[in-house]
T-cell receptor
């Protein structure tokens, strides 16, 4: 059982480049989300999805796009990378229909540096 | 404004020296309060969910408690392997979004 898998683990981009951070889970979880973690800021929600074909914005969505074509995959796209997007990115998932469920499974993170 | 504050930012303990971490929250309607552990270079690991004031949860040397304004993570006789950053987060009754605190970095020296 792999859980939540993120790729790549590390990435360096030049300002203006685009890229996609991959996230996959093998637990058939409906809810998936993307967070960024910055020193002094805690984890902040970028985008989330409650199921295939359904996505919504979180707290800091600007500069990022997501799509959810399958239950398993939830890629995060950076459209035109900026130094302010230098951060550690985490993908998370949770299962079940209960409203009290929380993100119980996080990936290992992608450390992104934009120069 | 709804928010969550964790204290202290960093805590250094000797092995066996019990202590508590604090998570203060201000939210109009609390659906749940959650604790996570995060090791360096890793994603957060879920520990506990607390739903209502007075509730307690335990796991090995950790016990989480909840009041109407704050949650405590009590660490009894900690070991070096308990060293990590501990995060709390809450979820409001309206919506499904988790809001995280900045964490407490715990170091337990042998």
């Amino acid at each position: 059982n792999a859980g939540v898998t993120q790729t790549p683990k590390f990435q360096v981009l030049k300002t203006g480049q685009s890229m996609t951070l991959q996230c996959a889970q093998d637990m058939n979880h409906e809810y998936m989300s993307w967070y960024r973690q910055d020193p002094g800021m805690g984890l902040r929600l970028i985008h989330y999805s409650v199921g295939a074909g359904i996505t919504d914005q979180g707290e800091v969505p600007n500069g990022y796009n997501v799509s959810r074509s399958t239950t398993e995959d939830f890629p995060l796209r950076l459209l035109s990378a900026a130094p302010s997007q230098t951060s550690v990115y985490f993908c998370a998932s949770r299962g079940g229909q209960g409203t009290l469920n929380t993100e119980a499974f996080f990936g290992q993170g992608t450390r992104l540096t934009v120069v | 404004e709804d928010q969550v504050t964790q204290s202290p930012e960093a805590l250094r303990l000797q092995e066996g020296e019990s202590s508590s971490l604090n998570c203060s929250y201000t939210v109009s309607g609390l659906r749940g309060l959650f604790w996570y552990r995060q090791d360096p270079g890793k994603g957060p690991e879920f520990l506990f969910t607390l739903y209502s004031a007075g509730e307690e949860k335990e796991k090995e040397r950790l016990k989480a408690t909840l009041t109407k304004k704050e949650s405590f993570l009590h660490i009894t006789a900690p070991k070096p392997e308990d060293s990590a950053t501990y995060l709390c987060a809450y979820k409001e009754t309206s919506g499904s979004r988790l809001t995280f605190g900045e964490g407490t970095q715990l170091t337990v020296n042998p």
